[in-house]
């Protein structure tokens, strides 16, 4: 007969072990989890002195003014920040270009004209939109070739996954850095970097998704004799095509950033004038460009999020709904 003795906790001997085993797990990850705590503040408190001795010992002194830049760096008119924004004249306006916001306007006709910061932003978000459709373009070419349930040939895989890999290596702004000694400053060496990043991170997604497609329809292509770019267009491309503009619309939110960081390294567009802006010291033209960039990004986000619901539909987006 079992053993139905029952422990003080009113269970069996089977749950008593089963217990005094979990007891001793958790009590081991307590232990594990405070010496990464530890590591930790001694790993922070050894960057904090390191920092601190490299920078002749002001580090340590100077962090109680870390906001005292914010705080002085305040126009001298609220309006002045929609001045700079919009080029309308200055009444600060001394002769000096911290307060000529009208001689930077890109005329259309002899009457109307282009604000500089919305025509430097335009310029941010062409080399966002133009990057990703390259990227996205050459990434869904590259995808299938990556996926193990499309190539039998090892070294195929491994040699597009790898190109992946190395694409997606290095920051945009290194690859932009690199790309001007070549290409010269400009958008073009922008497109480049943002377009190469984009091929590797894309890359990724997408073979994932084709890796995790249904091979039920492209094994009735197969068994009909179709061949292997008709079994990739009829069978896996119907299917994964939602999520690949999904991913593409997410890419784009994150180039329009990366698009901007680069414009400080001699990529033009928004990113070169904010960093000339806040470089002299332009108060309120630094303000206007961080407000233009912020409903930019906002505006692209909530744009890019609709239409992926619209595509998979919301029920990637309700994880409540979807459990109940």
């Known amino acids: 007969m079992a053993d139905t003795t029952q422990s003080p906790n ?31 503040v001694l790993a922070l408190g050894a960057a904090m002195a390191y920092a601190n001795s490299a920078n002749s010992g002001k580090f340590v002194e100077r962090l109680p003014y870390m906001f005292d830049f914010i705080k002085n760096f305040v126009p001298r008119d ?26 930077e306007r890109v005329y259309l006709t002899s009457s109307l004209y282009i604000p500089n910061f919305v025509y430097q932003l335009i310029i941010t978000v062409n080399i966002a939109i133009v990057s990703t459709i390259i ?26 996954r790898r190109t992946m890999e190395v694409f997606r290596a290095f920051p945009e702004i290194v690859i932009a850095g690199l790309l001007t000694a070549v290409l010269s400053i400009g958008p073009i060496a922008a497109i480049a970097a943002v377009s190469l990043h984009t091929i590797g991170a894309l890359g990724k997604l997408f073979f ?6 249904d091979m039920k329809p492209d094994e009735g292509l197969r068994s009909v004799g179709a061949t292997w770019l008709e079994r990739v267009r009829f069978a896996i491309v119907p299917q ?12 784009l939110e994150i180039n329009v950033r990366a698009s901007t960081i680069i414009g400080a ?58 459990a109940a």
């Not at 749950?15 to 405070?34: D, P």
């Not at 994932?208 to 497609?213: G, K, M, S």
């Not at 309120?284 to 930019?296: G, K």
Request: hydrophobic content about 50%; some cysteine.
């Open 10 to 40: 009113g269970l069996s001997p089977a749950g008593e072990t089963i217990l005094r085993h979990y007891r001793s797990q958790a009590a081991t990850r307590r232990i594990y989890s405070v010496i990464v705590v530890v590591g930790l």
């Open 78 to 103: 609220p309006f002045e920040i929609l001045r700079a924004m919009f080029d309308l004249p200055s009444p600060y306006f001394d002769g000096s270009a911290k307060y000529d916001y009208t001689s």
């Open 135 to 160: 990227g996205a373009s050459l990434a869904f070419c590259l995808c299938f070739f990556a996926a193990t349930n499309l190539v039998g040939a090892g070294a195929v895989r491994w040699f597009v």
């Open 208 to 213: 994932e998704v084709v890796e995790n497609a």
């Open 240 to 251: 994964v095509m939602p999520n690949f503009v999904s991913y593409a619309l997410l890419r």
């Open 265 to 322: 390294v001699g990529g033009g567009g928004i990113g070169e004038v904010f960093r000339l802006s806040i470089g002299r010291d332009y108060a309120a033209q630094t303000y206007a460009i961080i407000i233009l960039l912020l409903v930019t990004i906002i505006a692209i986000d909530q744009f890019s999020g609709w239409m992926r619901r619209r595509l998979v539909g919301n029920q990637g987006f309700e994880l409540g709904r979807a």
